[in-house]
Protein backbone atom coordinates (compact mmCIF):
# COMPACT_ATOMS: atom_id res chain seq x y z
CA UNK A 1 0.00 0.00 0.00
CA UNK A 2 0.95 3.12 -1.05
CA UNK A 3 0.89 6.21 0.43
CA UNK A 4 1.08 10.03 0.14
CA UNK A 5 3.29 11.77 2.94
CA UNK A 6 2.94 16.37 2.39
CA UNK A 7 5.31 17.96 4.45
CA UNK A 8 3.30 20.87 5.59
CA UNK A 9 5.45 23.94 5.85
CA UNK A 10 4.47 27.29 7.97
CA UNK A 11 7.54 29.09 8.06
CA UNK A 12 9.20 31.08 5.05
CA UNK A 13 12.78 29.24 5.53
CA UNK A 14 13.80 26.59 3.43
CA UNK A 15 15.02 23.57 5.64
CA UNK A 16 18.20 24.30 7.92
CA UNK A 17 21.47 22.19 7.03
CA UNK A 18 21.02 20.19 10.31
CA UNK A 19 16.82 19.17 9.16
CA UNK A 20 18.42 18.14 5.19
CA UNK A 21 20.97 15.68 7.35
CA UNK A 22 17.98 14.43 9.20
CA UNK A 23 16.19 14.13 6.04
CA UNK A 24 19.30 12.46 4.45
CA UNK A 25 19.63 9.93 7.25
CA UNK A 26 15.56 9.18 7.80
CA UNK A 27 15.45 8.57 3.90
CA UNK A 28 18.69 5.94 3.69
CA UNK A 29 16.57 4.40 6.19
CA UNK A 30 13.67 4.03 3.77
CA UNK A 31 15.66 2.90 1.01
CA UNK A 32 17.50 0.68 3.31
CA UNK A 33 13.91 -0.79 4.72
CA UNK A 34 11.96 -1.36 1.29
CA UNK A 35 9.42 1.93 1.95
CA UNK A 36 10.87 4.31 -0.44
CA UNK A 37 9.16 4.99 -3.54
CA UNK A 38 9.79 8.85 -4.17
CA UNK A 39 10.10 11.89 -2.27
CA UNK A 40 11.15 15.73 -3.20
CA UNK A 41 11.35 18.70 -1.69
CA UNK A 42 9.55 21.81 -3.23
CA UNK A 43 10.60 25.31 -4.40
CA UNK A 44 8.65 28.22 -2.38
CA UNK A 45 4.85 28.74 -3.60
CA UNK A 46 6.10 32.08 -4.76
CA UNK A 47 7.48 29.98 -7.87
CA UNK A 48 4.47 27.95 -8.79
CA UNK A 49 2.03 29.22 -12.18
CA UNK A 50 -1.54 27.64 -11.91
CA UNK A 51 -3.08 26.65 -15.28
CA UNK A 52 -6.57 26.19 -16.19
CA UNK A 53 -7.21 24.49 -19.65
CA UNK A 54 -10.53 23.24 -19.25
CA UNK A 55 -12.46 26.39 -21.12
CA UNK A 56 -10.37 25.85 -24.23
CA UNK A 57 -7.55 28.06 -23.67
CA UNK A 58 -5.19 27.44 -21.42
CA UNK A 59 -4.87 30.30 -18.92
CA UNK A 60 -1.95 31.02 -16.53
CA UNK A 61 -1.77 32.36 -12.81
CA UNK A 62 1.19 33.46 -11.31
CA UNK A 63 1.10 32.08 -7.87
CA UNK A 64 0.06 28.79 -6.12
CA UNK A 65 -3.64 27.58 -6.24
CA UNK A 66 -4.13 28.64 -2.44
CA UNK A 67 -3.02 30.97 -0.66
CA UNK A 68 -2.64 30.75 2.75
CA UNK A 69 -0.43 30.36 5.75
CA UNK A 70 0.78 26.84 5.39
CA UNK A 71 1.58 25.33 2.48
CA UNK A 72 3.58 22.04 0.98
CA UNK A 73 6.89 22.20 1.32
CA UNK A 74 8.01 18.74 -0.22
CA UNK A 75 6.61 14.85 0.13
CA UNK A 76 7.08 10.97 0.31
CA UNK A 77 6.04 8.57 -1.55
CA UNK A 78 6.29 5.50 0.40
CA UNK A 79 5.42 1.85 0.72
CA UNK A 80 4.05 0.74 3.68
CA UNK A 81 1.92 -2.29 5.00
CA UNK A 82 -0.99 -0.45 6.64
CA UNK A 83 -1.64 2.85 8.07
CA UNK A 84 -0.07 1.87 11.47
CA UNK A 85 3.53 1.57 9.63
CA UNK A 86 2.81 4.64 7.85
CA UNK A 87 1.93 6.72 11.18
CA UNK A 88 4.92 5.87 12.48
CA UNK A 89 7.30 6.08 9.63
CA UNK A 90 5.61 9.84 9.54
CA UNK A 91 6.38 10.54 13.28
CA UNK A 92 9.89 9.89 12.01
CA UNK A 93 9.55 11.87 9.31
CA UNK A 94 8.19 15.01 11.10
CA UNK A 95 10.78 14.87 13.50
CA UNK A 96 13.58 14.37 10.60
CA UNK A 97 11.99 17.73 8.61
CA UNK A 98 11.07 18.91 11.76
CA UNK A 99 7.76 20.32 10.16
CA UNK A 100 3.80 18.56 10.15
CA UNK A 101 3.37 16.18 8.00
CA UNK A 102 0.13 14.77 6.79
CA UNK A 103 -0.53 11.09 5.37
CA UNK A 104 -2.82 9.88 2.47
CA UNK A 105 -3.88 6.61 0.91
CA UNK A 106 -3.19 6.55 -2.66
CA UNK A 107 -6.67 5.76 -4.27
CA UNK A 108 -6.91 1.16 -5.35
CA UNK A 109 -3.93 -0.74 -5.42
CA UNK B 1 -42.95 -14.54 23.31
CA UNK B 2 -41.76 -11.89 25.61
CA UNK B 3 -39.27 -15.18 26.13
CA UNK B 4 -37.85 -15.34 22.72
CA UNK B 5 -37.94 -11.20 22.50
CA UNK B 6 -35.93 -11.04 26.05
CA UNK B 7 -33.72 -13.52 24.62
CA UNK B 8 -32.94 -11.66 21.22
CA UNK B 9 -32.15 -8.82 23.20
CA UNK B 10 -30.02 -11.19 25.66
CA UNK B 11 -28.22 -12.28 22.73
CA UNK B 12 -27.80 -9.58 21.08
CA UNK B 13 -25.92 -7.43 24.18
CA UNK B 14 -23.57 -10.90 24.32
CA UNK B 15 -23.09 -11.86 20.80
CA UNK B 16 -23.00 -8.41 18.48
CA UNK B 17 -19.33 -7.78 19.13
CA UNK B 18 -18.30 -10.90 18.40
CA UNK B 19 -19.94 -11.27 15.20
CA UNK B 20 -19.08 -7.97 14.25
CA UNK B 21 -15.64 -8.91 14.82
CA UNK B 22 -15.54 -12.13 13.41
CA UNK B 23 -17.05 -11.09 9.91
CA UNK B 24 -14.82 -8.00 10.17
CA UNK B 25 -12.15 -10.82 10.58
CA UNK B 26 -13.05 -12.81 7.72
CA UNK B 27 -14.19 -10.16 5.37
CA UNK B 28 -11.92 -7.09 6.18
CA UNK B 29 -14.74 -4.65 5.97
CA UNK B 30 -16.38 -3.12 8.69
CA UNK B 31 -19.06 -2.08 6.62
CA UNK B 32 -20.32 -5.44 5.26
CA UNK B 33 -19.24 -6.53 9.00
CA UNK B 34 -21.94 -4.53 10.48
CA UNK B 35 -24.91 -4.47 7.71
CA UNK B 36 -24.67 -8.31 7.79
CA UNK B 37 -24.73 -8.39 11.65
CA UNK B 38 -27.44 -6.29 11.85
CA UNK B 39 -29.68 -8.53 8.65
CA UNK B 40 -29.06 -11.66 11.04
CA UNK B 41 -30.52 -9.81 13.97
CA UNK B 42 -33.20 -8.60 12.09
CA UNK B 43 -34.17 -12.32 10.32
CA UNK B 44 -34.06 -13.69 14.48
CA UNK B 45 -36.77 -11.25 15.03
CA UNK B 46 -38.39 -12.67 12.21
CA UNK B 47 -37.66 -16.01 12.54
CA UNK B 48 -37.06 -17.01 16.14
CA UNK B 49 -40.84 -16.39 17.31
CA UNK B 50 -42.43 -19.08 14.62
CA UNK B 51 -39.12 -21.42 15.07
CA UNK B 52 -38.45 -20.87 18.36
CA UNK B 53 -34.53 -19.97 20.01
CA UNK B 54 -31.20 -21.90 18.39
CA UNK B 55 -29.65 -24.13 21.11
CA UNK B 56 -26.67 -22.03 20.18
CA UNK B 57 -27.95 -18.10 19.33
CA UNK B 58 -24.53 -17.17 18.89
CA UNK B 59 -23.39 -19.44 16.09
CA UNK B 60 -26.69 -19.45 14.32
CA UNK B 61 -26.29 -15.80 14.35
CA UNK B 62 -22.83 -16.04 13.06
CA UNK B 63 -24.26 -17.78 10.46
CA UNK B 64 -26.92 -16.15 9.29
CA UNK B 65 -24.04 -13.16 9.20
CA UNK B 66 -21.93 -14.65 7.16
CA UNK B 67 -24.44 -15.97 4.32
CA UNK B 68 -25.56 -12.21 4.04
CA UNK B 69 -22.00 -11.01 3.80
CA UNK B 70 -21.60 -14.06 0.99
CA UNK B 71 -24.20 -12.43 -0.32
CA UNK B 72 -23.92 -9.05 -0.16
CA UNK B 73 -19.91 -9.53 -1.86
CA UNK B 74 -21.75 -11.59 -4.61
CA UNK B 75 -23.82 -8.84 -5.48
CA UNK B 76 -21.04 -6.42 -5.25
CA UNK B 77 -18.96 -8.43 -7.19
CA UNK B 78 -21.33 -9.16 -10.66
CA UNK B 79 -21.48 -5.19 -10.70
CA UNK B 80 -17.89 -4.53 -9.47
CA UNK B 81 -15.94 -7.41 -11.57
CA UNK B 82 -14.46 -10.82 -10.19
CA UNK B 83 -11.69 -9.89 -7.82
CA UNK B 84 -14.13 -9.55 -4.66
CA UNK B 85 -15.11 -13.76 -5.14
CA UNK B 86 -11.45 -14.79 -4.02
CA UNK B 87 -12.18 -13.58 -0.54
CA UNK B 88 -14.91 -15.87 -0.13
CA UNK B 89 -12.80 -18.83 -0.95
CA UNK B 90 -11.04 -19.09 1.36
CA UNK B 91 -12.34 -20.05 5.19
CA UNK B 92 -12.06 -18.18 8.13
CA UNK B 93 -9.36 -18.86 10.95
CA UNK B 94 -10.47 -21.61 13.81
CA UNK B 95 -12.65 -19.46 16.56
CA UNK B 96 -10.05 -17.96 19.14
CA UNK B 97 -11.17 -18.87 22.88
CA UNK B 98 -12.32 -15.57 24.23
CA UNK B 99 -10.03 -14.38 27.71
CA UNK B 100 -7.20 -14.35 25.47
CA UNK B 101 -5.83 -11.48 23.49
CA UNK B 102 -6.53 -13.09 20.31
CA UNK B 103 -10.58 -12.23 20.93
CA UNK B 104 -11.80 -11.14 17.92
CA UNK B 105 -13.51 -8.26 19.50
CA UNK B 106 -9.94 -6.97 20.95
CA UNK B 107 -9.37 -6.12 17.21
CA UNK B 108 -12.70 -4.56 16.67
CA UNK B 109 -12.08 -2.37 20.21
CA UNK B 110 -8.35 -1.23 19.45
CA UNK B 111 -9.95 -0.44 15.30
CA UNK B 112 -12.64 1.63 16.56
CA UNK B 113 -11.00 3.18 19.11
CA UNK B 114 -7.55 4.36 16.10
CA UNK B 115 -5.66 7.58 17.50
CA UNK B 116 -6.16 8.23 13.49
CA UNK B 117 -9.69 9.17 14.44
CA UNK B 118 -11.19 11.87 15.80
CA UNK B 119 -11.67 11.80 19.47
CA UNK B 120 -15.80 11.96 18.85
CA UNK B 121 -15.67 9.50 15.90
CA UNK B 122 -13.89 6.39 18.52
CA UNK B 123 -16.65 7.26 20.73
CA UNK B 124 -19.50 6.74 17.87
CA UNK B 125 -17.78 3.56 16.35
CA UNK B 126 -17.39 2.10 19.46
CA UNK B 127 -20.90 2.51 20.53
CA UNK B 128 -22.05 0.94 17.60
CA UNK B 129 -19.66 -1.78 16.58
CA UNK B 130 -18.70 -3.17 20.01
CA UNK B 131 -21.66 -1.76 21.83
CA UNK B 132 -24.55 -2.90 19.29
CA UNK B 133 -26.30 0.68 19.53
CA UNK B 134 -28.05 2.12 16.98
CA UNK B 135 -26.95 5.41 14.43
CA UNK B 136 -30.42 7.01 16.14
CA UNK B 137 -29.69 5.83 19.76
CA UNK B 138 -25.97 7.37 19.41
CA UNK B 139 -27.29 10.16 17.52
CA UNK B 140 -29.96 11.00 20.77
CA UNK B 141 -27.12 10.13 23.23
CA UNK B 142 -25.01 12.79 22.67
CA UNK B 143 -27.37 15.38 21.05
CA UNK B 144 -26.44 15.63 17.10
CA UNK B 145 -29.09 14.67 14.07
CA UNK B 146 -29.13 10.87 13.07
CA UNK B 147 -27.78 12.32 9.82
CA UNK B 148 -24.62 13.84 11.06
CA UNK B 149 -24.21 10.39 13.24
CA UNK B 150 -24.91 8.50 10.22
CA UNK B 151 -22.35 10.52 8.54
CA UNK B 152 -19.61 10.50 10.97
CA UNK B 153 -19.91 6.83 11.09
CA UNK B 154 -19.89 6.07 7.39
CA UNK B 155 -16.78 8.34 7.07
CA UNK B 156 -14.86 6.57 9.65
CA UNK B 157 -15.82 3.24 8.28
CA UNK B 158 -14.70 4.65 4.41
CA UNK B 159 -11.36 5.85 6.35
CA UNK B 160 -10.64 2.44 8.16
CA UNK B 161 -10.73 0.71 4.80
CA UNK B 162 -9.24 2.90 2.39
CA UNK B 163 -6.23 4.18 4.56
CA UNK B 164 -5.67 0.86 5.59
CA UNK B 165 -5.97 1.00 9.51
CA UNK B 166 -4.93 -2.01 10.47
CA UNK B 167 -7.34 -4.99 11.84
CA UNK B 168 -5.15 -6.36 15.26
CA UNK B 169 -4.47 -5.87 18.38
CA UNK B 170 -1.21 -3.61 18.58
CA UNK B 171 2.17 -4.61 19.07
CA UNK B 172 3.42 -5.31 22.88
CA UNK B 173 5.27 -1.60 22.04
CA UNK B 174 2.07 0.36 21.40
CA UNK B 175 -0.73 -1.27 23.76
CA UNK B 176 0.19 0.41 26.54
CA UNK B 177 -0.53 4.13 24.55
CA UNK B 178 -3.15 2.23 22.92
CA UNK B 179 -5.16 0.41 25.70
CA UNK B 180 -5.18 3.99 27.12
CA UNK B 181 -6.90 5.58 24.27
CA UNK B 182 -9.33 3.32 24.64
CA UNK B 183 -9.88 3.76 28.33
CA UNK B 184 -10.21 7.26 27.22
CA UNK B 185 -12.92 6.52 24.88
CA UNK B 186 -14.84 4.72 27.15
CA UNK B 187 -14.48 6.66 30.20
CA UNK B 188 -16.00 9.80 27.85
CA UNK B 189 -19.11 7.60 27.12
CA UNK B 190 -19.32 7.28 30.89
CA UNK B 191 -19.09 10.58 31.81
CA UNK B 192 -21.49 12.13 29.15
CA UNK B 193 -23.96 9.81 31.01
CA UNK B 194 -22.98 10.70 34.52
CA UNK B 195 -22.72 14.42 33.83
CA UNK B 196 -24.93 14.08 31.11
CA UNK B 197 -24.92 17.75 29.25
CA UNK B 198 -27.71 19.63 27.65
CA UNK B 199 -31.34 21.70 28.80
CA UNK B 200 -33.51 19.07 27.77
CA UNK B 201 -31.72 15.61 29.07
CA UNK B 202 -31.81 14.03 32.36
CA UNK B 203 -28.94 14.81 34.90
CA UNK B 204 -27.90 11.00 34.64
CA UNK B 205 -28.16 9.33 31.24
CA UNK B 206 -28.15 5.23 32.92
CA UNK B 207 -28.06 3.84 29.53
CA UNK B 208 -24.80 5.27 29.24
CA UNK B 209 -23.13 4.87 32.23
CA UNK B 210 -24.21 1.11 31.79
CA UNK B 211 -22.87 0.69 28.49
CA UNK B 212 -19.52 2.23 29.46
CA UNK B 213 -19.63 0.12 32.07
CA UNK B 214 -20.62 -3.12 30.22
CA UNK B 215 -17.53 -2.45 27.51
CA UNK B 216 -15.13 -1.42 30.12
CA UNK B 217 -16.21 -5.69 31.69
CA UNK B 218 -15.53 -7.08 28.53
CA UNK B 219 -12.34 -5.40 28.50
CA UNK B 220 -11.33 -6.19 31.76
CA UNK B 221 -12.37 -10.14 30.87
CA UNK B 222 -10.08 -9.47 27.69
CA UNK B 223 -7.03 -8.27 29.47
CA UNK B 224 -7.57 -9.29 33.43
CA UNK B 225 -3.93 -8.51 34.28
CA UNK B 226 -3.88 -4.33 32.92
CA UNK B 227 -3.83 -2.50 36.06
CA UNK B 228 -5.28 0.32 34.66
CA UNK B 229 -8.36 -1.62 33.15
CA UNK B 230 -9.21 -2.67 36.40
CA UNK B 231 -9.23 0.97 37.67
CA UNK B 232 -11.33 2.37 35.14
CA UNK B 233 -14.18 -0.29 36.28
CA UNK B 234 -13.75 0.04 39.80
CA UNK B 235 -13.86 4.13 39.14
CA UNK B 236 -16.99 3.59 37.09
CA UNK B 237 -18.66 0.90 39.64
CA UNK B 238 -17.49 3.37 42.81
CA UNK B 239 -18.96 6.46 40.70
CA UNK B 240 -22.02 4.32 39.69
CA UNK B 241 -22.92 2.95 43.20
CA UNK B 242 -23.97 6.77 43.95
CA UNK B 243 -25.73 7.86 40.94
CA UNK B 244 -29.21 7.63 43.04
CA UNK B 245 -27.97 9.46 45.57
CA UNK B 246 -26.24 11.94 43.78
CA UNK B 247 -29.74 13.78 41.99
CA UNK B 248 -32.26 14.41 44.71
CA UNK B 249 -36.19 13.54 44.06
CA UNK B 250 -36.89 17.01 43.00
CA UNK B 251 -33.66 16.88 40.17
CA UNK B 252 -30.81 19.04 42.17
CA UNK B 253 -27.71 17.72 42.67
CA UNK B 254 -26.67 16.10 45.67
CA UNK B 255 -22.90 17.01 46.77
CA UNK B 256 -20.77 13.83 48.26
CA UNK B 257 -20.99 14.93 51.72
CA UNK B 258 -24.96 15.33 51.83
CA UNK B 259 -25.55 12.61 50.28
CA UNK B 260 -27.93 9.21 51.27
CA UNK B 261 -25.20 6.91 51.90
CA UNK B 262 -27.20 3.84 52.82
CA UNK B 263 -28.92 4.32 48.98
CA UNK B 264 -25.39 3.55 47.78
CA UNK B 265 -25.49 0.46 45.81
CA UNK B 266 -23.74 -1.79 48.30
CA UNK B 267 -22.94 -5.00 45.76
CA UNK B 268 -21.19 -1.97 43.28
CA UNK B 269 -19.05 -0.87 46.10
CA UNK B 270 -18.26 -4.00 47.02
CA UNK B 271 -17.25 -5.12 43.35
CA UNK B 272 -15.25 -1.54 43.15
CA UNK B 273 -13.17 -1.87 46.69
CA UNK B 274 -12.13 -5.30 45.26
CA UNK B 275 -10.41 -4.35 42.11
CA UNK B 276 -8.81 -1.72 43.79
CA UNK B 277 -7.57 -3.75 46.70
CA UNK B 278 -6.91 -6.03 44.27
CA UNK B 279 -4.51 -3.26 42.10
CA UNK B 280 -2.85 -2.34 45.58
CA UNK B 281 -1.78 -6.00 46.38
CA UNK B 282 0.16 -6.13 42.50
CA UNK B 283 2.46 -3.75 43.99
CA UNK B 284 2.71 -2.15 40.64
CA UNK B 285 2.90 1.94 40.44
CA UNK B 286 -0.58 3.24 39.91
CA UNK B 287 -1.88 4.98 36.43
CA UNK B 288 -4.07 7.86 36.92
CA UNK B 289 -7.63 5.40 36.67
CA UNK B 290 -5.92 3.27 39.11
CA UNK B 291 -5.26 6.31 41.77
CA UNK B 292 -9.13 8.50 40.74
CA UNK B 293 -10.83 4.39 41.98
CA UNK B 294 -8.27 4.47 45.21
CA UNK B 295 -9.96 7.98 46.12
CA UNK B 296 -13.22 6.67 45.12
CA UNK B 297 -12.66 3.64 47.57
CA UNK B 298 -11.46 6.31 50.35
CA UNK B 299 -15.10 8.12 49.74
CA UNK B 300 -17.24 5.21 49.87
CA UNK B 301 -15.60 3.38 52.54
CA UNK B 302 -16.66 6.16 55.19
CA UNK B 303 -19.92 5.39 56.87
CA UNK B 304 -20.37 9.09 57.28
CA UNK B 305 -18.98 12.01 55.32
CA UNK B 306 -17.29 13.10 58.41
CA UNK B 307 -15.49 10.07 58.50
CA UNK B 308 -13.84 10.63 55.56
CA UNK B 309 -10.18 10.06 55.55
CA UNK B 310 -9.31 13.42 53.70
CA UNK B 311 -5.30 13.24 54.32
CA UNK B 312 -5.69 9.67 52.12
CA UNK B 313 -7.59 11.69 49.89
CA UNK B 314 -4.86 14.41 49.98
CA UNK B 315 -2.03 12.13 49.64
CA UNK B 316 -3.59 9.91 46.58
CA UNK B 317 -4.20 13.71 45.01
CA UNK B 318 -0.48 14.39 45.32
CA UNK B 319 0.35 11.34 44.08
CA UNK B 320 -1.78 11.87 40.68
CA UNK B 321 -0.72 15.62 40.27
CA UNK B 322 2.44 14.08 39.78
CA UNK B 323 1.47 11.90 37.07
CA UNK B 324 -0.73 14.23 35.30
CA UNK B 325 -0.58 17.79 35.93
CA UNK B 326 -3.70 19.13 34.43
CA UNK B 327 -5.58 22.03 36.05
CA UNK B 328 -8.54 19.62 36.85
CA UNK B 329 -6.46 17.71 38.92
CA UNK B 330 -5.39 20.10 40.64
CA UNK B 331 -8.89 21.82 40.83
CA UNK B 332 -10.17 18.55 42.88
CA UNK B 333 -6.82 18.43 44.73
CA UNK B 334 -7.71 22.01 45.85
CA UNK B 335 -11.30 20.75 47.06
CA UNK B 336 -9.90 17.93 48.86
CA UNK B 337 -7.52 20.73 50.72
CA UNK B 338 -10.09 22.75 51.38
CA UNK B 339 -10.76 19.53 54.02
CA UNK B 340 -7.58 19.21 55.32
CA UNK B 341 -5.77 22.60 55.67
CA UNK B 342 -9.30 24.71 55.22
CA UNK B 343 -10.80 26.97 52.94
CA UNK B 344 -8.31 29.64 53.11
CA UNK B 345 -5.76 27.26 51.36
CA UNK B 346 -7.66 25.89 49.30
CA UNK B 347 -8.98 28.76 47.78
CA UNK B 348 -5.57 30.52 46.67
CA UNK B 349 -4.58 27.03 45.50
CA UNK B 350 -7.95 27.32 43.39
CA UNK B 351 -7.09 30.77 42.65
CA UNK B 352 -3.81 30.29 40.54
CA UNK B 353 -5.72 27.97 38.26
CA UNK B 354 -7.76 31.06 36.92
CA UNK B 355 -5.49 31.34 33.58
CA UNK B 356 -6.50 27.71 32.22
CA UNK B 357 -9.84 27.01 34.13
CA UNK B 358 -11.66 30.39 33.93
CA UNK B 359 -14.01 28.63 31.03
CA UNK B 360 -14.74 25.90 33.18
CA UNK B 361 -18.32 25.63 35.69
CA UNK B 362 -16.43 23.42 38.06
CA UNK B 363 -13.61 26.02 38.72
CA UNK B 364 -16.35 28.42 39.30
CA UNK B 365 -18.96 26.11 41.59
CA UNK B 366 -15.50 25.11 43.81
CA UNK B 367 -14.03 28.96 44.38
CA UNK B 368 -17.88 29.95 45.01
CA UNK B 369 -18.19 27.33 47.79
CA UNK B 370 -15.12 28.29 49.30
CA UNK B 371 -15.69 31.94 49.20
CA UNK B 372 -19.04 30.81 50.71
CA UNK B 373 -17.34 29.41 53.85
CA UNK B 374 -15.10 32.23 54.45
CA UNK B 375 -17.92 34.74 54.22
CA UNK B 376 -17.04 36.04 51.36
CA UNK B 377 -20.88 36.19 50.44
CA UNK B 378 -21.01 38.70 47.26
CA UNK B 379 -18.03 37.37 46.17
CA UNK B 380 -19.38 33.97 46.05
CA UNK B 381 -22.47 34.68 44.59
CA UNK B 382 -20.64 36.50 41.72
CA UNK B 383 -18.65 32.89 41.01
CA UNK B 384 -22.07 31.12 41.91
CA UNK B 385 -23.55 33.60 38.81
CA UNK B 386 -20.48 32.27 36.97
CA UNK B 387 -20.94 28.61 37.70
CA UNK B 388 -24.50 28.74 36.34
CA UNK B 389 -23.82 30.35 33.46
CA UNK B 390 -21.31 27.75 32.44
CA UNK B 391 -22.63 24.53 33.84
CA UNK B 392 -24.74 22.37 31.27
CA UNK B 393 -26.07 19.62 33.60
CA UNK B 394 -29.39 20.59 34.93
CA UNK B 395 -29.32 18.75 38.40
CA UNK B 396 -25.62 20.85 38.82
CA UNK B 397 -27.64 24.17 37.64
CA UNK B 398 -30.51 23.96 40.36
CA UNK B 399 -27.63 22.62 43.00
CA UNK B 400 -25.81 26.18 42.26
CA UNK B 401 -28.91 28.40 42.01
CA UNK B 402 -30.30 27.40 45.34
CA UNK B 403 -26.69 27.91 47.03
CA UNK B 404 -26.63 31.03 45.42
CA UNK B 405 -30.13 32.37 46.37
CA UNK B 406 -29.48 31.02 49.68
CA UNK B 407 -26.37 33.83 49.94
CA UNK B 408 -29.24 36.36 49.67
CA UNK B 409 -30.78 35.26 52.45
CA UNK B 410 -27.84 35.54 54.85
CA UNK B 411 -25.82 38.25 53.52
CA UNK B 412 -22.69 39.17 55.40
CA UNK B 413 -22.92 36.49 57.85
CA UNK B 414 -20.17 35.63 60.16
CA UNK B 415 -17.80 33.55 58.47
CA UNK B 416 -17.40 30.03 60.06
CA UNK B 417 -13.75 29.46 62.09
CA UNK B 418 -11.35 28.08 60.09
CA UNK B 419 -10.40 24.72 61.11
CA UNK B 420 -7.09 23.60 62.80
CA UNK B 421 -4.14 22.57 60.34
CA UNK B 422 -4.06 18.51 60.07
CA UNK B 423 -6.94 17.83 61.92
CA UNK B 424 -9.24 16.23 59.44
CA UNK B 425 -11.80 14.71 61.23
CA UNK B 426 -11.86 17.88 63.37
CA UNK B 427 -12.17 19.97 60.43
CA UNK B 428 -14.37 17.62 58.66
CA UNK B 429 -16.56 17.73 61.58
CA UNK B 430 -17.15 21.44 61.48
CA UNK B 431 -17.57 22.33 58.03
CA UNK B 432 -19.96 21.37 55.61
CA UNK B 433 -18.76 19.56 52.79
CA UNK B 434 -18.45 21.22 49.26
CA UNK B 435 -19.28 19.22 46.31
CA UNK B 436 -16.65 17.03 45.90
CA UNK B 437 -16.33 15.84 42.04
CA UNK B 438 -15.80 12.23 42.28
CA UNK B 439 -14.16 11.95 38.99
Not at chain 1, 59 to 81: I, N, R
Not at chain 2, 26 to 34: I, N, P, Q, T, Y
Request: net charge neutral; hydrophobic share 45%; glycine share 8%.
Amino acid sequence: MQYLFSVIDDTAGLATPDEMAAIDAFNDRLVAEGHWVFAGGLESPSTATVIDNRGGEALFTDGPFLESKEHLAGFWVLQAADLDEALKLAAEGSKACNRKVEVRPFRGE
Amino acid sequence: MTDVREAITRVHYQEWARVVASLTRRFGDLDVAEEAAAEAFATAVERWPADGVPPNPGAWLTTTANRKAIDRIRRESKRDGKQMEARLLYDDDPPEPSGAIGDERLRLIFTCCHPALAMQTRVALTLRMVGGLTVPEIARAFLVPETTMEKRITRAKGKIKAARIPYRVPSAEDLPARISGVLTVLFLVFNEGYLATGPGTDPVRHDLTAEAIRLTRLIRALMPQDGEVAGLLALMLLTEARRTARVSASGELVALGEQDRGAWDAPLIAEGHRLVRERLAARVAPGRYQILAAIAAVHTSARDARDTDWSQVVALYDQLVHLDPSPIIALNRAIAVAELDGPEMALAAVGRLEDTLAGYHAYHAARADLLRRLGRSSQARAAYGKAIELAGNTAEIAYLTRRRDQLGKHLRRASPPSPPRGQPGAAGARIRKGEHNPV
